[in-house]
């Protein structure tokens, strides 16, 4: 498959790098404001109304309460509704596509979109050469995917907001290009580092920012998923506090339902931006050249 020329490459690289630190940037000032507000407002004595945005991502038992002890092996809320999520990709996959009809139904017909689509993305993104990986790349995406829904229940747990599950799944496509770049590639892996278009005497501190900007992937790709879907689920929950006013009452109802709709989409949107940037990273590994 033909690369895309270097200084194209070179531009949606640094547009991408630009973007994702505008967004981590953005969304870390909103959290720490929601946090400072939680704190304001949760001041006995000084406000009559008081609301923990961040208590929703407490972790606790399933069947207990927030500060019972948590072991390795105790069923807690994060638990449940991971297992929900992939319980609801199981139906949808299976269940739903059980008849293989000619003429699809509904189920069906979801299934192979979604099927296409993400096929299509590998295909597109990182070549026909990775469709190999599909499985395990439509596997992180389905996951994603159906954990940010569920998480948009009401009362529900966010999986994808814990920095615990978002760096396993970052550390898990961190390991598995490295070794596949490893594997097929030898040492010209390395060459992924090497900036072989840049002067000579540029290429030596390239290669350092290379190196540095690879192993910070997993870092940046855990975050942006996790910052996004906290971000949005504590933005509702303080409108949701903020309806206790009967003055403001109405706004926020309004904010919310604005809000809950964005976030339906957001929630589509990451599983498709971690899936993709998978892809991307998947494309260095097999194609390690700059």
């Known amino acids: ?64 309460e927030y500060g ?27 269940l739903g596509t059980r008849g293989r009809a000619i003429v699809p139904g509904r189920s069906q017909s979801v299934a192979e979109l979604t099927y296409g689509f993400v096929f299509k993305m590998v295909e597109d993104v990182t070549g026909k050469e990775a469709v190999k990986f599909f ?10 995917l159906f954990a940010n829904f569920v998480a948009l229940i009401p009362t529900s747990a966010s999986p994808t907001s814990q920095i615990t599950v978002t760096a396993f799944l970052a550390l898990a496509v961190f390991l598995t290009v490295t070794v596949v770049g490893f594997v097929k590639n030898g ?12 002067p000579l005497a540029l290429r030596p501190i390239l290669a350092i920012i290379e190196l540095i900007s690879y192993f910070v ?11 996004n879907i906290m971000a949005g689920h504590a933005v509702i929950k303080v409108f949701a506090g903020f309806a206790a006013i009967t003055a403001i009452a109405p706004v926020s109802v309004l904010a919310i339902t604005a809000i809950f709709g964005l976030e339906v ?20 590994a097999l194609h390690p050249s700059h």
């Open 1 to 64: 498959m033909p690369k895309p020329p270097l200084n194209n490459r070179a531009q949606v690289r640094r547009t991408m790098g630009t973007t994702e630190v505008s967004i981590l940037v953005f969304f870390a000032v909103v959290i720490v404001a929601l946090i400072v507000i939680s704190v304001l407002f949760s001041v006995e004595g000084e406000s009559e109304l008081a609301f923990h945005p961040m208590d929703q991502f407490m972790i606790k038992p399933l069947f207990g």
């Open 68 to 94: 019972d002890p948590v072991y390795w092996y105790t069923v807690t809320n994060l638990t449940f509704w991971m297992a929900l999520a992939v319980l609801c990709v199981v139906l949808m996959f299976v």
């Open 135 to 144: 499985p395990y790349i439509f596997t992180l995406f389905l996951f994603i």
């Open 187 to 198: 040492m010209k892996f390395l060459g992924l580092f090497w900036v072989s278009s840049a």
């Open 217 to 227: 992937r997993p870092v940046s790709h855990s975050i942006r998923l996790a910052g």
């Open 265 to 284: 989409l957001v929630a589509f949107i990451q599983a498709y931006v971690f899936t993709i940037l998978t892809c991307v990273y998947l494309k260095d």
